[in-house]
């Protein structure tokens, strides 16, 4: 299994307070991704990292900040939390210089009350 | 714009029967496409991929088939068994402004009936 570690796995929290979910990887991938995955939506990318200091928009980036200042880390920041941003929170990495194959962390059970 | 699309949200089979997942795209500048499985409370676990220039790719039970004109693909799993009843996601990987993207579907839900 990749090396890839979420933390908090689960959180509630209160509508307008910061929240900072994070992921961690041992496997020196390049590529780092933030999903939420919600009942008839699948998995959809929030914002994704290309390197250090290195991030990119999703398809439902508003409402979302993002940093990676080490390859390991990569954060997910909700600014001031909505109850539509209830979701599981997914962390994947990749390497295409090694394959095209996506791993994924374990999830984030996030509710916002 | 849904780009990948699986228009079956479930799908229920018989054990040892035949397992059919489809996925459409709209995109014909995917390089690879990917299946994942996931089972409740954990993340997406990779299956099967398939890149963009062939049209099969097998290991051992799972098949994944791409028809390039069609944008379609479709997942086979012969035999079914019940350890097989998870959430089925397929996945386009395509490069845009020199960074690589994946796309999911919605996921289809395999159900299979011992």
């Known amino acids: 299994d990749a090396g890839i570690t979420q933390s908090p796995r689960h959180k509630v929290t209160e509508t307008g307070t910061p929240v900072t979910l994070r992921c961690h990887q041992t496997?020196?991938?390049?590529?780092m991704y933030w999903y939420r995955q919600d009942p008839g939506h699948g998995l959809r990318l929030i914002h994704y990292?290309?390197?250090?200091?290195?991030?990119d928009k999703g398809e439902v980036s508003d409402g979302y900040s993002v940093s990676r200042s080490k390859t390991e880390d990569f954060l997910l920041t909700l600014e001031s939390a909505t109850s539509s941003q209830t979701s599981v929170y997914f962390c994947?990495?990749?390497?295409?210089?090694?394959?095209?194959?996506?791993?994924f962390g374990a999830g984030t059970r996030l509710s916002v009350l | 714009d849904q780009q990948v699309k699986q228009n079956s949200p479930s799908l229920s089979v018989q054990e040892g029967r035949i397992s059919i997942l489809n996925c459409d795209y709209t995109?014909?500048?995917?390089?690879?496409f990917l299946w994942y499985k996931k089972y409740p409370a954990e993340g997406p676990t990779f299956l099967i991929s398939?890149?963009?220039?062939?049209d099969k790719n097998e290991d051992g039970r799972f098949t994944v088939f791409l028809n390039k004109s069609a944008k379609h693909l479709s997942l086979h799993i012969v035999p079914s068994q019940p350890g097989d009843s998870a959430v089925y996601f397929c996945?386009?990987?395509?490069?845009?402004?020199?960074?690589?993207?994946?796309?999911f579907g919605t996921g289809t839900r395999l159900k299979v009936l011992a």
């Open positions: 496997e020196n991938h390049r590529y």
């Open positions: 995109n014909s500048m995917f390089d690879y």
């Open positions: 996945a386009a990987v395509g490069r845009t402004s020199g960074t690589y993207k994946y796309i």
């Open positions: 994947a990495i990749s390497d295409p210089t090694l394959s095209h194959i996506q791993y």
């Open positions: 990292s290309y390197g250090v200091k290195d991030t």
């Open positions: 398939i890149s963009s220039i062939k």
